[in-house]
């Protein structure tokens, strides 16, 4: 069992950053696959960004390649999503999630999630 927080969402400037973090109990968090998904109302949820069980392999959505990083510290059992130069579209819910296959950064199968963390961008 597996439980993941995130922390670190909250209210930002178009243009400014900020850091998610997704702390994991239990520990197996080093073998899953770890990835960041948002949504908004009534839209599904959607994948944002991936990172394999060493931390060797990332997987990033074109929305946000090239602005979003994804890394992990299995020592820490945490996960984090650094978000650059964010748009006021960037605006969602963010979840993490862990998948049970520690190499598939498509994140085909999802074990446990976190309890989401708002972000809001304003224009």
């Known amino acids: 069992q597996v439980q993941l927080v995130e922390s670190g969402g909250g209210l930002v400037q178009a243009g400014g950053s900020l850091r998610l973090s997704c702390a994991a109990s239990?520990?197996?968090?080093?073998?899953?696959?770890m990835g960041w998904f948002r949504q908004t109302p009534g839209k599904e949820r959607e994948f944002i960004a991936a990172i394999t069980s060493s931390g060797s392999v990332t997987r990033y959505a074109d929305s946000v390649k090239g602005r979003f990083t994804i890394s992990r510290d299995n020592a820490k059992n945490t996960g984090y999503l650094q978000m650059n130069s964010l748009k006021p579209e960037d605006t969602a819910v963010y979840y993490c999630a862990t998948g049970p296959n520690g190499w598939d950064t498509r994140l085909r199968l999802v074990n446990y999630w976190g309890q989401g963390t708002q972000v809001t961008v304003s224009s």
């Open positions: 239990g520990r197996t968090f080093s073998s899953y696959v």
